[in-house]
């Protein structure tokens, strides 16, 4: 099958036996397909229009707010511009089709296929890319290709980029460097004391709770940058100033982390982060469509989540991923930054999440999966995913409301394993 894939992808996900694959001739091309209806289409605001309203996380409000997520009442967003002459992408003469099995024995039959996973998942929109070539391309809820969907956590691995192509260009010179060493106002600070490497790894070792319960210090620090009473986002990452670990020695997931490096970034580079990214990253690697980033109470960009972008566009992001760094006729994102940020991660590291050969792990704001060879995947809450192969250079896109489920997604996964079957050689 494809070798080291199958065997380490079993500690956590079953067994990718048995794909089948249908005729291709029986299958329509691949451009991309709409419905106004999806699962529980009605718990999620259909008969209301999909509404953008506040909260966020109502089930009736979220196809609506996380397509126009910047029409949300005091909601504050810079614009990154597409590119002049978008990147061509090409469409399969015929659509993808793979069979999966399904961990839920009241799903008969036990292999299920694209439609049968779009018709159980609330997947907004799902696309599916090799090299230049989209293979599948549906939204459901009403969504369109025009439609700016939500990141949430996904933006992590864009912020990671960009500190890498900083480093490139001499703004940063290294990722042994403090944050304070960019960020004076930071000085004195447990956080601002912490390298580079350290907020890459999500392992500032700086106490921080993340557990969305709404009292947590996620919300704390979300109230502190958006809320009334304005504070500078320096005075707000400086509220969490209790070092509990030594750098790099304990991971656990948090915004923090990735909310310094932001700063990092603005200042070294002298450029807000969505400048740095349309001239760095949107525009060279061919968007199609402009893209739009939150911003808080003193114009900074939560680098650890709120960006919006076209489904198409974070299949390039994705893709440029996948051809490690290089697209659309250059190289944007250094290749050894891409490799260094990715590296699969050894037995008994503090960012493995199991004690296996080849555990999963996190690399520089990125997931990573089991195994000796490069494969991973950008995340974000509600089921936001980009998975990236740079072996076969095979991207999945999916954004959707899903409520949470414990890592990893195992369907999901299923699926990605049955398509990159098809593009691996033993």
Known sequence: MFGWRSTALTAILPLVFGVSVCDAQEAPKADPVFSDTGPNAETYGKQLGYPVHWPLGKPENMVGDYSHFDQLPGVKTSIIAAAEKPSPLLRAPNEITVSYPVDNSTFVPSMATLPDYLARNPATGLLIAHDQTILYEHYQYGRTDHDRLLSQSMVKTITAMLIGIAISEGAIHSVDDTAETYVPELKGTEIGGTPIRALLHMASGIAFTEDYSGTDDNAKLGRLRFGKVKISTVEAVSQFNKRIAAPDTVWYYKALDPEVLGLVLTRATHMTMSEYLQTRIWQPMGAESSATWLIDNSGQESAAASFSATLR????????????????????????????????????????????????????????????????????????????????????????????????????FNLWNAVLKQFSTN
Not at 323 to 352: C, K, M, Y
Not at 362 to 378: A, K, N, Q, V
Not at 387 to 397: A, G, K, N, R, S
């Open 313 to 412: 566009d974070y299949a390039r992001f994705g893709l440029l991923l996948a051809h490690d760094g290089f697209w659309n006729g250059r190289q944007i994102i250094p290749r050894q930054w891409l490799l260094d940020a990715t590296q699969p991660v050894e037995q008994h590291s503090f960012r493995a999440f199991e004690d296996a050969t080849h555990p999963w792990g996190y690399g520089y704001l990125t997931w990573l999966f089991p195994g000796p060879d490069r494969m991973f995947f950008m995340a974000g809450s509600h089921s936001q995913y980009v998975i990236v192969d740079p072996m076969t250079h095979l991207v999945l896109v999916q954004t959707a409301i899903q409520p949470d489920t414990p890592f990893p997604k195992t369907e999901l």
